[in-house]
C-alpha cells in the first residue's frame, strides 16, 4: 500500500518532553556534548536555547527526532546540531546529510545547524573503524552566536545553513583526512566523498533529487524488510510519501496500514523488544514527531498494489 499525504498547516503540543534540561554556559559547549543529547545552553544573561545534536546524518541511527522532541516544549529558540556526514571509517558507514531532513526541521520550528567533526578515536574494538568523534565546538559556538542576532524563522535560517553546505563538506573531508593520519585508520573512498560533495555544491536542485532518491531507495527497502520480533496483528507494510507548503517531501513506511469501511485509514509502528513488553521511551518519541506529521495530513490518497 502507498500512502500519499500534504501537509498545510502544523499544529502540536508536546506533552512528553523534557522539561528538567540540564544547563550550561556557552563556554562549557564541549561539556555538554560529552555529557548530555539534549541540554539547555545559556548564550549570555538574557538568551538561552534549547539543543539537541545528531549523532549521525541519517535520522534511523541514535534516535535523533526523540533528542529534538524533548527541546519541543521550550518556548524559545530550539536548534538542533546535525553533521555534515559521518565517516566511521572504512570498515564503518558513511552517512551524508539530506534536504528534507533540514526540511522537516523548519516544519517543526526548529534552527539547525550544519556542522562537522574534528576529532575521533580509533576503536579499540575494531582496527577499521573510528569512535568518539566531536564536533568543532568552536565552530558551533560562531553560529549559535550568529543565530542569536538573525531575526528571521527557522525556514530562512535552515535555507542559509545549506547555501554553505558545500564548503562545510570540503571541511569535514579535511578533518577526516587529518583523523586517519592521527587514528590509522582509512576513511570510506575519497573520489566517492568528493563527487557527494560537488553535488552539494552544484545546483540547489540536483542536491534535492540526489537525496530524495536516497530517501525513496531506503524507504523501500524498509517496506521488504520484515523484524522477526514485530508482532504484526493485522494490515499490511505501507510506504507514506508527505509533501508540505515549504517544498518538504517526506518519506517514511508503516509496519503495518489498515484502510477500514468508512476511508479511516490505521497506522501502527511495531519495534522490537527482545528484553521489554513495552517500546521504550525513545521509540515513543521518535513515533511522536511522526504523529506531528501523521495528524496534520489535510488530503490523503492510497494506492493499493494488488
Given amino acids: 500500500m502507498d500512502i500519499y499525504g500534504e501537509i498545510k498547516n502544523i499544529e502540536y503540543t508536546p506533552l512528553l518532553f523534557r522539561d528538567n534540561l540540564n544547563e550550561y554556559a556557552l ?21 538561552k536555547v534549547a539543543v539537541s545534536w545528531w549523532v549521525s546524518a541519517k535520522r534511523t541511527r541514535s534516535y535523533p527526532f526523540s533528542r529534538v522532541y524533548n527541546t519541543l516544549g521550550f518556548s524559545g529558540k ?7 556526514f559521518k565517516d566511521e571509517g572504512i570498515g564503518g558507514d558513511r552517512d551524508f546529510i539530506q534536504w528534507d531532513t533540514v526540511s522537516l526541521m523548519s516544519l517543526l520550528g526548529v534552527n539547525v545547524i550544519i556542522a ?24 558551533v559556538i560562531s553560529q549559535i552566536k550568529s543565530l542569536m542576532n538573525y531575526q528571521s524563522d527557522p525556514l530562512h535560517w535552515n ?21 586517519s593520519d592521527y ?61 508540505n507548503y515549504l517544498g518538504g517531501c517526506y518519506y517514511f513506511t508503516a509496519d503495518e496500514a489498515k484502510v477500514d469501511s468508512h476511508g479511516n485509514v490505521y497506522l501502527v509502528e511495531a519495534k522490537n523488544s527482545t528484553s521489554g513488553n513495552m517500546p521504550s521511551i525513545d521509540d515513543i518519541k521518535e513515533g ?16 493499493t498494489n494488488y
Fill in 27 to 47: 563556554s562549557d559547549l564541549d561539556l555538554a556534548f560529552r555529557t548530555d543529547s539534549v541540554f539547555m545552553l545559556n548564550v549570555d544573561d538574557k538568551n
Fill in 183 to 243: 587514528t590509522n585508520v582509512y576513511m570510506k573512498s575519497k573520489s566517492s566523498a568528493l563527487s557527494r560533495i560537488n553535488t552539494l555544491k552544484g545546483d540547489k536542485d540536483e542536491f534535492m533529487k540526489s537525496s530524495r532518491k536516497l530517501a525513496k531507495e531506503a524507504q523501500h527497502r524498509e517496506t521488504l524488510t520484515i523484524h522477526k520480533n514485530e508482532s504484526i496483528s493485522y494490515g499490511e507494510k505501507a510506504t507514506i510519501t508527505i509533501n
Fill in 159 to 179: 535555507l542559509k545553513q545549506l547555501d554553505n553546505i558545500g564548503k562545510l563538506a570540503e571541511t569535514a573531508l579535511e578533518k577526516y583526512s587529518i583523523i
Fill in 116 to 139: 562537522y567533526y574534528k576529532t575521533a578515536e580509533k576503536n579499540p574494538r575494531f582496527d577499521d573503524k573510528i569512535t568518539n568523534q566531536r564536533f568543532d565546538v568552536d565552530y
Fill in 288 to 303: 511522536l514527531i511522526k504523529m506531528v506529521l501523521f495528524c496534520n495530513l489535510f488530503e490523503v490518497s492510497i494506492q
Fill in 78 to 84: 530550539r536548534v538542533t546540531i546535525i553533521p555534515i
